[in-house]
């Protein structure tokens, strides 16, 4: 069974950091598409980043140059670090595991991140 457990959400000041992790368990994550989501409040999900088995991470425009998507296999956890937090960054963020990236079969429970400026 699959389980995805999120950390490292709270709140930060516009310009901050945050690093988020997600520790995985049931699934060798270095064989997966990983992915992280975010949602705000009436607003839709959207995919932040993704990194697959191979090939390079995707960034969703808004957080190229400021957000980095990394694993460690050996731990079986993927992260996410964030810099300079804009209060746009606001949001529920999971992570989600995929034998293809954008066909994702596994989700966290969630982590929030609050931004405030």
């Known amino acids: 069974q699959v389980q995805l457990v999120e950390s490292g959400g709270g709140s930060a000041q516009a310009g901050g950091s945050l690093r988020l992790s997600c520790a995985a368990s049931?699934?060798?994550?270095?064989?997966?598409?990983m992915a992280w989501f975010r949602q705000a409040p009436g607003k839709e999900r959207e995919e932040v980043a993704t990194?697959?088995?191979?090939?390079?991470?995707y960034y969703k425009d808004s957080v190229k140059g400021r957000f980095t998507i990394s694993r460690d296999n050996a731990k079986n956890t993927l992260y996410l670090q964030m810099n300079s937090l804009k209060p746009e960054d606001t949001a529920m963020y999971y992570c989600?595991?995929?034998?293809?990236?954008?066909?994702?079969?596994?989700w966290g429970q969630g982590t929030q991140v609050t931004v405030s400026s």
């Open positions: 049931g699934v060798t994550i270095r064989l997966y598409c």
């Open positions: 990194i697959g088995s191979v090939g390079s991470p």
């Open positions: 989600a595991a995929g034998s293809y990236c954008r066909s994702y079969s596994a």
